[in-house]
Antibody, heavy 122, light 107 residues
Framework: QVQLVESGGGVVQPGGSLRLSCAAS????????MHWVRQAAGKGLEWVTF????????YYTDSVKGRFTISRDNSKNTLYLQMNSLRTEDTAVYYC???????????????WGQGTLVTVSS | DIQMTQSPSSLSASVGDRVSITCRAS??????LVWFQQKPGQAPKSLIF???SLQNGVPSRFSGSRSGTEFTLTISSLQPEDFATYYC?????????FGQGTRLEIK
């Protein structure tokens, strides 16, 4: 079955960097677009970024543009989120999630990882 | 960006009640809407996609509907396991956007 396992979270100072990983299994990773979604403690869900299955397109929410970069290594079945110039407001649980339509773009929200906690604090 | 206005923000109800949660999009999103259920410490769970299609394995007491830019999630008869937070999300345009959430509590 589809499995997504995030890692790389931790505590970082404001202005610092962190790279999250999401290891995928149970499906053909190279055929599906992938998302990152985050949730601050006690707050709602916020979509962060998306990358097409073939890396041809990326989308970002405005608050992370120029600071975060999504990437993937289809040979390693792994999704990444490089986070630079981190701010206290980036503190959240970060989830990776799989798109629902192979070789396209379609989101039914049906496959998520368990999340990894990023804390930005001095 | 598309704004998703969800109401109510919280709701108290009893087991067996019928409840509805509404989400209004700031512009047309066709039927590109998902409803999620989230329990504390867990990832969101998709209940409904394409505004009214039930995800596999989701009980039939959950249903979704659309009228223009207004979307409704209805739970026909609340069960104890349904007390959770619910979110809508549009996926017609990037950035994808969520509603603020509705916390469904036991009365």
């Amino acid at each position: 079955q589809v499995q997504l396992v995030e890692s790389g979270g931790g505590v970082v100072q404001p202005g610092g960097s962190l790279r999250l990983s999401c290891a995928a299994s149970g499906f053909t990773f190279s055929s599906y677009g992938m998302h990152w979604v985050r949730q601050a403690a006690g707050k709602g869900l916020e979509w962060v970024t998306f990358i097409y299955y073939d890396e041809s397109k990326e989308y970002y929410t405005d608050s992370v543009k120029g600071r975060f970069t999504i990437s993937r290594d289809n040979s390693k079945n792994t999704l990444y989120l490089q986070m630079n110039s981190l701010r206290t407001e980036d503190t959240a649980v970060y989830y990776c999630a799989r798109d629902s339509i192979p070789r396209g773009s379609g989101w039914y929200g049906d496959h998520w990882g368990q999340g990894t906690l990023v804390t930005v604090s001095s | 960006d598309i704004q998703m206005t969800q109401s109510p923000s919280s709701l108290s109800a009893s087991v067996g009640d019928r409840v509805s949660i509404t989400c209004r999009a700031s512009q047309g999103i066709n039927s590109y809407l998902v409803w999620f259920q989230q329990k504390p410490g867990q990832a969101p769970k998709s209940l409904i996609f394409s505004a009214s299609s039930l995800q596999n394995g989701v009980p039939s007491r959950f249903s979704g509907s659309r009228s223009g830019t207004e979307f409704t999630l209805t739970i026909s008869s609340l069960q104890p396991e349904d007390f959770a937070t619910y979110y809508c999300q549009q996926y017609n345009f990037y950035p994808l956007t969520f509603g603020q959430g509705t916390r469904l509590e036991i009365k």
